[in-house]
């Protein structure tokens, strides 16, 4: 059976295949077109499709849009209310339920050959939950999916058995945790629907003053739902003009609703395991992206495994359309062990296109142990190497890499990206050394989903990594999964004695993560990078 996922509707389209049970590939619509998000979450862009992902999906498996036998496509406009039951206030909202209507015919557009009839529609939060539990790999597990919105809900919990979803509990909107968090992002001056790890991050500059009114108008149900009160944003801090300096005042507000959604999350996980009893909570949507929630949760929650699918927010609906069909078709059932699901190239390919851009390369003996000396010597590297990742964390395959034993790289780092400058960074480390290093953290964690704390006696030596709360978002690096990466790894700490890189999506603010060779050629040709590691090959500035 061959299932092509699609989601279109609100933001980050993207596409996924699915062949006998077994993920082919799966691609956000971004990495190609060169928009950030792919198109921003408006009614009047739930027209456009994936179409670019879609195509090389159906490239990479040989087969042509004629050969699709199923189209999943993550919303279902059958099951929208009429807006004004929503409680939302959006007059153009319709637009959005009748564009997806069209989808069958839109896709048949754009990908010529299509059948429009074998497209199904899903519900949207049905998509996200089956990314994370048709992906875990158990049997039996319990599923959280929270976000900004889907079709009348703004969450799900449910349990999945042996491939069949038990819904246990939806919020209807317009209460939403997911919208809240970007009303907060919108009004302390940062683009809604993209910036809210921003929130995240500036949260731990402040402290948490407003948790008594938050409390009363925020707080979970005993329905396994919960409430969400309007909240005068502008009584609490005032709002922040893009790119105007933040205060005390924004950082406290930030802190206080990061900490309310962690509390209300907990409240969420509890009435879920009290219904199940399951060892193992799989999350998704937009909400299980942030990692500082997700620890609390693991930490402080009932369950003794959480899993969360890097693809979280809505590009991962896409390869929960299709594993959702296929589930119900009776395929096998699927692990995501990697999310290395998009593009590569052969090295005959990088080698032409760096000829065709007349830069001087060189194919050292070990690309890794090239990077590796460039590294310690507090040099920069661009790394490019296999499948792109799906999702919005670079987890070793489009990344920017730098030694984390200098605090000044955290600067240097977004001075490069063009970042805030109370933006973190990340460390990506060996699996085994990880436990001596960051404590209080699932390991292990290959997707950067969770923050560790740094131990007192590293915070010193990997000063670059370390967050002001003295946390760390970490990734994991299984040599046994990611050989080369861990490589890199080893041969840095042979000359550096640090286990520990600094590992940062490859991009610039604005842009999307570097996908294909040319990208990656544009990237570092207009930033102050020193190598380019591009599959076998390097590029020096």
């Keep these: 059976m061959r299932i092509l996922g699609v989601n279109a509707v609100f933001h980050d389209p993207a596409a996924a295949l699915v062949i006998d049970g077994r993920v082919v590939a799966a691609a956000e619509e971004e990495r190609f077109s060169r928009r950030k998000h792919g198109k921003r ?40 209310p009429p807006i004004e039951e929503l409680g939302l206030h959006d007059p153009w909202d319709h637009l959005r339920t009748e564009f997806a209507r069209q989808a069958p015919g839109f896709l048949a557009d754009a990908l010529p050959g299509l059948d429009p009839a074998k497209v199904t529609f899903l519900p949207h939060h049905v998509a996200h939950a089956a990314s994370a539990g048709l992906a875990v790999g158990d049997r039996s597990c319990s599923v959280l999916v929270c976000d900004g919105r889907g079709e009348a809900h703004s969450h799900l919990s449910g349990r999945y058995r042996d491939g069949r979803l038990e819904t246990l509990a939806s919020q209807r909107l317009p209460h939403s945790l997911g919208l809240m968090y970007e009303e907060l992002t919108a009004h302390l001056g940062f683009l809604r629907s993209s910036d809210e790890y921003k929130v995240m991050a500036l949260a731990s500059y402040g402290k948490p003053r ?4 938050l409390r009363e108008r925020v707080r979970a149900t005993e329905d396994g739902g919960f409430v969400t009160g309007r909240i005068d944003w502008g009584e609490l801090a005032p709002a922040r003009d893009p790119g105007e300096e933040w205060t005390e005042a924004h950082a406290d507000l930030a802190a206080s609703v990061q900490r309310r959604l962690e509390e209300v999350l907990l409240d969420l996980a509890a009435w879920l395991h009290e ?15 942030n990692c500082v929630a997700n620890t609390v949760l693991a930490q402080r929650g009932p369950f003794e495994k959480v899993w969360v699918q890097p693809a979280a927010g809505d590009a991962g609906t896409a390869l929960g359309a299709a594993l959702q069909l296929a589930a119900s078709g009776g395929e096998p059932p699927w692990t995501m062990t990697g999310a290395d699901l998009g593009r590569g190239f052969e090295e005959r390919e990088i080698e032409e296109a760096l000829r065709r851009a007349r830069v001087p ?24 190497q296999g499948r792109a990742e799906y999702g919005p964390r670079a987890l070793g395959h489009r990344s920017l890499l730098a030694h984390p034993g200098r605090r000044v790289n955290l600067e240097r780092l977004n001075d490069v990206k063009g970042r805030e400058q109370f933006r973190p960074v990340a460390p990506m480390v060996l699996l085994d050394r990880a436990p001596e290093i960051f404590e209080r953290g699932p390991i292990p964690s290959p997707y950067m989903l969770f923050v560790h704390d740094v131990a007192p006696h590293w915070q010193d030596r990997i000063p670059a990594v370390v967050h002001v709360d003295g946390t760390a978002r970490v990734q994991t690096v299984d040599p046994a999964a990611e050989p080369l990466v861990a490589r890199l790894l080893t041969a840095f700490e042979r000359r550096t004695g640090l286990p520990v890189l600094v590992n940062t999506s490859l991009n610039t603010a604005g842009r999307p993560m570097v996908d294909d060779v040319r990208d990656a050629l544009e990237c570092f040709g207009s930033t102050p990078v020193d190598m380019l590691a591009i599959g076998p090959f390097t590029v020096r500035r």
């Design 361 to 384: 390369y060189e194919r050292p003996a070990d690309v890794a142990e090239a990077a590796a000396e460039v590294l310690a010597g507090d040099g920069i590297v661009a790394w490019v």
């Design 41 to 80: 979450p408006v009614p009047f862009s739930a027209w456009e499709q994936p179409a670019l992902s879609a195509a090389w999906c159906l490239e990479r498996a040989g087969l042509r849009p004629e050969d699709v036998d199923l189209v999943g496509f993550s919303y279902d406009p059958a099951l929208v």
């Design 275 to 289: 219904r199940t009893g399951d060892t193992t909570l799989a999350m998704a949507g937009g909400t299980a992206l």
């Design 210 to 213: 407003h948790l008594d009114l």
